[in-house]
């Protein structure tokens, strides 16, 4: 499960960042991480077309992240890793206009594992 690259930054890196999932993880999950004032299934739209065709049906686009998360921990199955990216330590989330949500991915894991 990973991120979309935040809003306002490099377009280029987006599909780019779709590809190089696609070369490693079984199921993607694209996501929403600070998308500041684009349109942040834009943004998950544009990591997804990095994604070859004929991996395509591996790619679950979940706008938002907490219920990533969800679907990533209920589709891991023993012996899987999940890897939860772009985020990190982040205490927040940006949004438009310059407003900031408080949010932890740590948080919401830790949450939804005790569930």
Do not use: H
Request: proline content about 4%; charged content about 35%.
């Amino acid at each position: 499960m990973f991120g979309s690259c935040g809003g306002g930054r490099d377009r280029a890196r987006r599909p780019i960042l779709g590809k190089m999932s696609s070369e490693i993880s079984d199921t993607m999950i694209i996501t929403n991480e600070d998308p500041y004032d684009d349109d942040p299934m834009e943004i998950i739209n544009e990591v997804a077309t990095g994604v070859p065709a004929d991996k395509q049906d591996r790619v679950i686009k979940i706008l938002d992240r907490k219920q990533a998360i969800k679907k990533a921990l209920e589709l891991a199955q023993p012996n899987d890793l999940v890897i939860i990216t772009g985020k990190g330590a982040e205490q927040f989330m940006c949004v438009a206009n310059g407003q900031k949500i408080k949010w932890d991915d740590r948080e919401v894991a830790r949450e939804l594992l005790k569930k």
